[in-house]
C-alpha cells in the first residue's frame, strides 16, 4: 500500500505539471511521424489525395507514400467526365500539385464549361468550387481565357449574400448566416478579383475588408485568457455543422487569399492573429485526418505573409533544477519552426504562484545564443524551489517589421523550478498526559534508514516534528506531508502533519483516539510521506514502530469494519482447491483375488491341451503364395483379437475394446473365408482324384 501511495502521489505531481503547461510549441516531427500515420497512401477520394499531398507538401515529407500514378488517373478520369463541381475543383487541386499528363483541350473544355456554369449557380457553394476551378486552371493552363467577362456582376451576386456582422449566407433563400461560409466567400471573391478582365471596383473591395474587420469582432476567446481565439460555427440551418477547427481554418483560408489578390495589407490585429495560431498549435495532434490538414495549412498560410506572420514564443522545458544549476531557455520561432528575425526576448517579471504582486525578477533581457538559436538565463539567487509565473516579452530589432509580424503583448509561462529540500531536526517523542513531561523522547535522520521503537497506553500522546528547508534557506512547505498508522491488522490510519511555522509537527492524543482506533492494542507501523512537484527527494519511508495499550472496548463501542479489498488482489494466484472423492470401496483379501486370476486362466490352460491332445499340425497349411498370405493374416487377426482381450484387463474400457473388435472380426471374416475356400477347393480336388 505504501509502495502504491508513492506512485500515485509521483503520478498526481507529474500530471499536474503537464496540464498547467498550456504554452503551445511550433510544429515538430511528431506532426510529421502523425503524418505518415494518418495519411497512408489509401485515399478513397480526391478530396483525401489532395489533403494528404497537401500536407506532405507543406511538411516537406521525404518518406512519403508514391500515389502519383493512381491518383493521376483518377484526376485523369475526373477531369474527362462530366464529373460534379466538386470532384473537379479537387481534381484541379491534385493535378497542380502532382503535374499529372493532361491534355490541353481537356482544360479548355472544361474553361468552357466552368464560365457558362458561373452565372447560373445559385448557392455560394457553387460559386466557391466553379470560381476555385477557374483559378486552378489558370494557374495549371495560362494560355487557356479563363477570364469572367461579368466579374463585377459575379462579385455583386456573391457580396449580396453577405450580413452585417461579417458573416455570410450560403444561398438568397437561406436567411442563417454562416462563419464558415464566410470564409468561402472570401475565397471566391479573391478568385474573382484574379479572373477579372478589368480591375474591381476598389470601393467594393474596401466594403469587403470592412466586413472582414467585423468577422474578427465575433472572434472567440479559448478557454483561459491566455491570448488564444478561435472561430465557432453558429449556422445550423440544415447544413453539416462545422466544428470550430474546420470553421477557424475556413475563415483563415479565406483572408489570405482575399489578401494575396488585394493592393496594401488588410491590418488585421496581431494579438488575434497570435491567438489563432496559439489555437491551431494547441490542438496538439488531431486525431482525424480532416481535422490534420486543417490544422497544417492553416498554420502555412498564417506563415506565408500575406497577414502578419506570427511568431510563437515556447520553452523546451518548463521544469528547472536548482541542484543541476539548469538555465532558463526561451526560442521563438514562427508557427511551422522557422526561424524568427532579429528580436529581443525580456523577462518582464516573475512572480511566485502564491504571491502574485511579490516580484522576484524584474526587468531582465535573456541573452541570445547563436549556435543554439535559443534565449538563455540563468536563475538568480533570490528564486529558491516552488513554482512561479514568468511573464515574457518579446521586441523586434528593426521596428519596421512590426507590421509584417505578430508578436503579441505579454506572455505569461508557468515555471516550476526544483531543487533538493533537506530534512532536519527530527524528533518523536512519548508524552505524558501532560505536554510538558516527555517520558520518550528520540532523534530521527530521515535521510537515512534508522527506525524507532516506542510504546504507549491511551493516557499518554505521540509527538512527531520535523523541519524542511530548501537550498537557499528557506522553510519549504510541501503539497503533501502525511504520517500513517497501521495496526498488525492491517488496519490503517492517516493524519495530516501540519506546518506551525518553521517546522512541521503533529500531536496524537491516545485517548481521544481509542475510538477511531477501534481500541485495538498491539502493534502500529508509523510511515512518513512528504512529497511535491518541486521537491526532487520526495520520500516515503518507515519510521519505526509502537506498542500501544488502550482499554477494552465498551460494549458501545463502534464495531470493526471490514478490510477494503485490494482491487489488485483479483490477478493474484487463487486459493487452492481442495476437492472430496468418495471414499475407496474394501477391496478383497489378496489370496482371494489370486486364486480367481488362477480360475479364469484354467480355460486357455484347458484350451492349450486340448491342441495338444488333437495333435494339431500345419499339414494342410497353404502352400500357393496368395493362399498362404490369406492363412498367415487369418492367424496374426487371432492373436491380436487374444491380445485384445489382455489389454481389456489391464486399461481399456469396454466402448474402447468393442470398437477395435469389431474392426478385427471383420477383418478375420475376410481372410478366414478365403483361407476355408481354399482348403474346401483343395479338398474336393484330392476326392476326386
Not at 119 to 144: C, R
Not at 272 to 280: E, M, S, T, V
Request: glycine letters at 6%; a neutral charge.
Amino acid at each position: 500500500m505504501a509502495i502504491n501511495l508513492a506512485k500515485f502521489l509521483i503520478l498526481f505531481f507529474t500530471i499536474s505539471i503537464c496540464n498547467a503547461v498550456t504554452n503551445p510549441s511550433p510544429i515538430s516531427d511528431s506532426h510529421r511521424s502523425a503524418a505518415l500515420q494518418l495519411f497512408d497512401g489509401s485515399s478513397s477520394s480526391l478530396e483525401e489525395a489532395c489533403d494528404a499531398l497537401r500536407v506532405f507538401e507543406i511538411l516537406a515529407l521525404e518518406n512519403k507514400p508514391d500515389v502519383s500514378i493512381t491518383t493521376c488517373r483518377k484526376v485523369v478520369e475526373n477531369l474527362g467526365s462530366s464529373s460534379s463541381l466538386k470532384d473537379l475543383f479537387y481534381a484541379l487541386k491534385v493535378n497542380g500539385i502532382l503535374k499529372c499528363k493532361v491534355d490541353k483541350g481537356v482544360f479548355q473544355d472544361i474553361a468552357s464549361r466552368l464560365k457558362a456554369a458561373v452565372n447560373d449557380a445559385s448557392t455560394l457553394v457553387d460559386i466557391y468550387y466553379t470560381i476555385g476551378s477557374l483559378v486552378l486552371i489558370k494557374d495549371q493552363a495560362p494560355d487557356i481565357d479563363v477570364l469572367l467577362a461579368d466579374a463585377d456582376g459575379t462579385f455583386h451576386s456573391i457580396k449580396a449574400l453577405s450580413q452585417s456582422d461579417g458573416r455570410w449566407r450560403y444561398s438568397s433563400d437561406n436567411p442563417e448566416s454562416s462563419t464558415y461560409a464566410a470564409g468561402l466567400a472570401l475565397e471566391a471573391l479573391a478568385g474573382v478579383i484574379s479572373l477579372a478582365s478589368s480591375e474591381i471596383d476598389q470601393s467594393r473591395v474596401n466594403t469587403v475588408k470592412s466586413d472582414i474587420f467585423k468577422l474578427f469582432d465575433s472572434i472567440q476567446k479559448y478557454g483561459m485568457d491566455d491570448g488564444t481565439f478561435y472561430f465557432d460555427e453558429k449556422f445550423g440551418g440544415g447544413r453539416e455543422h462545422q466544428g470550430s477547427l474546420s470553421t477557424s481554418s475556413s475563415v483563415v483560408r479565406g483572408i489570405t487569399s482575399f489578401a494575396a489578390v488585394t493592393s496594401g495589407k488588410i491590418d488585421l490585429p496581431g494579438d488575434k492573429i497570435l491567438g489563432l495560431a496559439k489555437y491551431f498549435l494547441g490542438i496538439g495532434l488531431p486525431g482525424s485526418a480532416k481535422d490534420f490538414f486543417n490544422q497544417i495549412e492553416s498554420l502555412a498560410l498564417l506563415e506565408s505573409k500575406r497577414v502578419p506572420v506570427p511568431l510563437v514564443l515556447s520553452l523546451p522545458a518548463t521544469v528547472y533544477s536548482l541542484s543541476k544549476k539548469d538555465q532558463l531557455k526561451v526560442t521563438v520561432n514562427t508557427v511551422l519552426g522557422s526561424a524568427a528575425p532579429p528580436l529581443t526576448v525580456k523577462l518582464v517579471r516573475a512572480f511566485h504562484a502564491d504571491a502574485k504582486h511579490s516580484a522576484v525578477i524584474e526587468g531582465k533581457e535573456l541573452q541570445y545564443d547563436q549556435s543554439s538559436g535559443l534565449h538563455v538565463m540563468g536563475f538568480p539567487d533570490n528564486v529558491d524551489v516552488g513554482t512561479y509565473v514568468f511573464v515574457f516579452e518579446t521586441a523586434l530589432h528593426d521596428s519596421g517589421s512590426e507590421n509584417d509580424y505578430a508578436i503579441g503583448g505579454q506572455i505569461h509561462v508557468p515555471i516550476y523550478v526544483t531543487g533538493i529540500v533537506k530534512v532536519s531536526n527530527a524528533e518523536i517523542a512519548v508524552l505524558g498526559s501532560d505536554l510538558g513531561s516527555d517520558e520518550t523522547q528520540k532523534t530521527l535522520d530521515l535521510a537515512g534508514t534508522d527506525v524507532v521503537s516506542l510504546s504507549a497506553n491511551h493516557l499518554q500522546k505521540l509527538r512527531f516534528s520535523f523541519q524542511l528547508i530548501t537550498p537557499h534557506g528557506h522553510t519549504f512547505k510541501p503539497r503533501q506531508a502525511l504520517l500513517k498508522l497501521k495496526h498488525e491488522t492491517k488496519y490503517e490510519h492517516i493524519f495530516v502533519v501540519r506546518n506551525t511555522g518553521k517546522k512541521f509537527e503533529i500531536i496524537l492524543d491516545f485517548l481521544g483516539l481509542v475510538d477511531k482506533f477501534y481500541y485495538l492494542s498491539g502493534r502500529y507501523d508509523f510511515e512518513l510521506t512528504v512529497g511535491d512537484a518541486v521537491m526532487e527527494n520526495s520520500f516515503l519511508r518507515p519510521l519505526g514502530h509502537l506498542e500501544l495499550d488502550l482499554p477494552e472496548a465498551p460494549e458501545k463501542a463502534a464495531h470493526l469494519p471490514p478490510l477494503p479489498v485490494d482491487p489488485y488482489s483479483r490477478y493474484g494466484p487463487k486459493a487452492e482447491i481442495a476437492h472430496l472423492f468418495r471414499t475407496p470401496e474394501k477391496r478383497p483379501p489378496q489370496n482371494l483375488s489370486l486364486t480367481f486370476l488362477i480360475v479364469t486362466l484354467l480355460p486357455f490352460i484347458g484350451f492349450l491341451v486340448g491342441l495338444l491332445r488333437l495333435g494339431v499340425n500345419f499339414k494342410n497349411f497353404p502352400s500357393s503364395a496368395l493362399p498362404a498370405a490369406y492363412a498367415i493374416l487369418f492367424q496374426l487377426g487371432t492373436a491380436a483379437v487374444l491380445l485384445l482381450y489382455v489389454l481389456f484387463w489391464l486399461k481399456l474400457d469396454l466402448f474402447t475394446t468393442l470398437k477395435a473388435l469389431g474392426f478385427l472380426g471383420a477383418f478375420l471374416m475376410f481372410v478366414g473365408h478365403r483361407t476355408l475356400s481354399h482348403l474346401a477347393s483343395t479338398s474336393a480336388k484330392l476326392k476326386s482324384a
